[in-house]
């Protein structure tokens, strides 16, 4: 099996959500994680921190260190999911299932073996 | 108790209210919506975050600490939000738990959400959304209204807990009695909406609540006995009174041994509870009513004079012409319907009853059981014109099939 990226972009939640409703959207996301984690295809999570970010260019003294990427787009990455999977197709089987998909974009990216 | 990284039903919505409350003790009732906005804030960072890393160890623990932090955070950038902020600051980096006595918050939180000066539909939906957790849509749902018109009831209540300097916490001495009076009649407003339209999650918080009040050493008295006495003797039933098909039935049809034991014996007991003192209210007259009935063994034994009685003693508490349009009603059962269409003479007449369903479609029976099916069709038909809900329409268009035939 490979190890696949999936990348969380955007997360379009209304902040005026009732606790019940906010709490039923986060049992969908924990059951999600339970079943990768029951099959033994999670092989790391993490959120990434909101509102932070460094974007480096450039070389010495040409070198070029802005925020970002988040500045200029509203696309960020939330966070990530390292899953196993036997190949791409298996990998969004998975993908598919995850509740993010209703409140932004998967990105999923094979790690390369070199 | 919550086993380590579950998430136990309804634990934000508990959770949140237990915090909202716990911050307006510390903030003051000037900073309800601080209050809120900070819980909101802290939930929705669990949703943001235990996707990735599971839910905590102690998932309540985890809100609060996060509620705290931010509470801290806002605060100390703008002091100006609460005057005693230094005292504040100083009480929420204390360590130990920022949740106090739950019970003593919640009916504070309680006395300030039901407070007399705050308009009743207010009221409702204010303890809904600031004791019960839940949120605007819900409420909306629950009560067929625009989920705009709830938030509007919900600012304006929170407006007038700001203008009028409500103090948090359980009230005292002579005003004790009539700010309980107030947190009564929202509590039983609260049920009847909850119990009338089947939204059972309204239904069961008001019992909840009603049980707080009645439980308080000092808050509690015979009346809100009498009301907890009243919803436990009414929720019994409430499972029987449809049938499988969503249809309304009949007391006479019910299946009583679908009724909730456990639910009529701690009826029982509050109503036990509430005889003691002289004071006599309405909800003593309603749980004596509803007692009657959830104690008879079967329709046939049921006390129908004492039951008459209960509602002409509660008819002069509270001159309506719906308690009088059921007073008639068990009158009719106890002595015939000649008697039960004397008493609705008084009503029939009535400009408030006049669209009324339940008072054509009473008098519909009346005549069916007189034997006069054609004045009864007349009356069925009358209650078909009226606004009712769908089980109550369909059970008329039967009633009235059977006086056509």
Known sequence: MDSYLLLLHGTR????????????????????????????????????EDRTGRVLRGQGAEMRITDGPYAETKDVLAGYFLIQAESYEDAIEWTKESPHLDFGTIEVRKVQVV | MEAPGELVEHLFRRQSARMVAALVR?????????????VQDALLRALEQWPYRGVPENPSAWLVTVARNRALDMLRRELSL?????????VFSAQGDLLGDEMDDQLALIFLACHPEIAREARLALTLKTVCGFGAGEIARAFLIQESAAAQRIV???RLVREREIRFGVPEGRELAERRESVLETLYLMFNEGYSRGVADVRDESLRLARLVADHPTAGAPEADALLALMLLQSARASSRLDEAGDLLLL??????????????EGMRALDRSARGDRLSTYHLEAGIAAAHATARDFASTDWEHI?????????LNPSPVIALNRAVAISRWQGPAAGLEAMSEIEQHPSLAHYYLLHATLGRLWQEAGEPARAAFYYSRALACECSAPERRFLERRLAESSR
Do not use: C, F
């Not at chain 2, 609460?82 to 100083?90: C, G, H, L, N, Q």
């Not at chain 2, 006479?252 to 014996?265: C, F, V, Y």
């Not at chain 2, 009685?309 to 002069?316: N, Q, V, W």
């Open chain 1, 13 to 48: 939640l209304n902040p005026n959500m009732s606790p019940d409703e906010i709490q039923a959207i986060t049992a969908r996301y924990k059951a999600w994680a339970e079943k990768l984690q029951k099959a033994g295809r999670l092989a790391g999570a993490n959120k990434l």
């Open chain 2, 26 to 38: 510390i903030l003051g009732p000037r900073h309800l919506q601080l209050a809120e906005d900070v």
């Open chain 2, 82 to 90: 609460v005057e005693k902020s230094a005292e504040v600051v100083r």
């Open chain 2, 156 to 158: 304006r209540a929170k």
């Open chain 2, 252 to 265: 006479e049809e019910q299946d009583r041994s679908r009724w909730d034991g456990a639910l009529i014996t």
């Open chain 2, 308 to 316: 008459a009685g209960l509602y002409t003693a509660l008819l002069e």
